[in-house]
């Protein structure tokens, strides 16, 4: 594993430094991962994996790609509709609420983040060179060359484009949600611990899409049957 103090100083990130430091390294093909999701009390964590081309692709094709929380969200939906419009650019992954109460948040976002790279690759039909995952810490399970990446997705435009699709689809399926579960205001929050969230909790009790597990919630779990 090369480190992220390996490639990078002291100075603010850049976005787009990333794939020219491993193309004058003679990588080729890069995979980007990202996640949404890891704090809310409620909905999916979602993972993308986004396949960069590093002699090929260019990023005046991607005007204003950047680290989706630094994106209007208007900006990040155009985008989002734009890669994945593209066969074989990107695929995404998601573990439930249940599933991050089954085995905890960072499990569950390691094995969302594992399924997208396998899907990724399966209709590729090709493996990278390389992955590069936001964060400190690589994928387990994975048995690929990785790098870690801190502050990637502002750093990188494959790890950026991961964090457009992985935010963007799960802000829609949470816009939705709020469909089936008024009350909660999750087409506000998108599940995340605002005040008005924590209320909604206290008052009509968890959904389904609560996270169980997490504080903020758990004190109003009954039984383990409880739903709103």
Known sequence: MVSQQALFNASPP????LESELRSRGHLHIIG???????PLA??????ACWWTLNLDDATEWPGLNDSKKMQESDREVLYDALIAQPRRVEMAAASAERIDAINILQATFEAMR???ERLIEVRGQRPDLIVVDGNMIIPGVELPQVAVVKGDARSFAI??????????RDRLMREAAE??????????????????????ASLGPCPLHRKSFKGVREFVVDSETTR
């Open 14 to 17: 850049e976005i787009g430094e």
């Open 33 to 39: 991962v990202d996640e949404a999701g890891r704090g």
């Open 43 to 48: 909905g999916p964590v979602h993972a993308a």
């Open 115 to 117: 399924h997208a790279v």
């Open 160 to 169: 950026a484009a991961a964090s457009v699709v992985a935010k963007v689809s």
């Open 180 to 201: 089936t579960w008024p009350g909660y205001g999750f087409e506000g929050h998108k599940g995340y611990g605002t005040a008005a969230h924590r209320n909604a909790i």
